[in-house]
Nanobody, 124 residues
């Protein structure tokens, strides 16, 4: 069964860190670009970071650049999102997503597989 499963969410204080993990099953993750998206209550889902198949190319939303790092371990079929210097406005459900074949950073409309999401809450 083709599946993406996120983990690592939780509650932290502003300035804290979390590391999200995305485990793929039912397909070879190395064959696809992967992105992290987030959705806060009442807001649209937005792209946070994305990475190409090899891990050699990454992109970030302006709001997280310099604080978040996306990485992947193709041997383990895993993608990660290291989040540092977290802010209250980073609070959201975070989703791992698979790009269509041959693309990376394809955007919300083109994503063909989504995880179930993991909640990240930043508050004092």
């Amino acid at each position: 069964q083709l599946q993406l499963v996120e983990s690592g969410g939780g509650s932290v204080q502003p300035g804290g860190s979390l590391r999200l993990s995305c485990a793929a099953s039912g397909f070879t993750l190395a064959d696809r670009g992967v992105g992290w998206f987030r959705q806060a209550p009442g807001k649209e889902r937005q792209g946070v970071a994305c990475i190409n198949r090899s891990g050699g190319e990454t992109r970030y939303a302006d709001s997280v650049r310099g604080r978040f790092t996306i990485s992947r371990d193709n041997a383990k079929n895993m993608v990660y999102l290291q989040m540092n210097s977290l802010k209250v406005e980073d609070t959201a459900v975070y989703y791992c997503a698979r790009d269509p074949p041959g693309q990376y950073c394809s955007g919300y409309q083109a994503i063909d597989t989504w995880g179930q999401g993991t909640q990240v809450t930043v508050s004092s």
